[in-house]
């Protein structure tokens, strides 16, 4: 076996020590947040979940997460009003967040893309295996 400063046996990888990235997964489907735990926690993600966004600008502002997953259709406040929200925080400024809707309003979606900077919206239901994917990719290009 031959060891050299590329080899597999001697590289470390630094997720193997760092903390699990917190992901917040804003749904008001209990259904859905079943679904998501599982399929987030099996990828070594700590997962938050929410019901609604009905909080104040401070809560936002103090969240410890690393990327959100949001419903544009939630109770009581607009999905998209929750991404202005986190990007108006300085640790959700430039956080990866998804969109996942029933709604086909485009005009709704242009606004993810144009004024939430999200990195992409999914129609439900989801495709958990895209989702995590694009999730997982997002968060690496992110990490030193």
């Not at 998501?36 to 926690?41: G, N, T, V």
Request: aromatic content about 6%; hydrophobic content about 45%.
């Amino acid at each position: 076996m031959i060891f050299g400063r590329n080899s597999l046996s001697t590289r470390m990888d630094h997720r193997a020590f760092a903390k699990p990235k917190r992901i917040l997964v804003l749904d008001d489907d209990p259904i859905l947040r079943m679904v998501a735990e599982p399929a987030l926690k099996v990828l070594g993600y700590d997962v938050l979940l929410m019901a609604d966004g009905l909080h104040d600008d401070s809560f936002f502002a103090n969240l410890k997460v690393d990327s959100a997953i949001v419903d544009l259709g939630l109770p009581g406040i607009s999905g998209l009003d929750v991404i202005a929200k986190l990007r108006a925080s300085e640790r959700g400024r430039d956080m990866p967040i998804f969109v996942i809707t029933g709604s086909r309003d485009t005009g709704d979606i242009n606004t993810c893309y144009e004024d939430g900077n999200v990195l992409f919206v999914m129609s439900k239901p989801v495709d958990w295996t895209f989702l995590t994917e694009q999730l997982q990719l997002a968060l690496e290009a992110r990490c030193p």
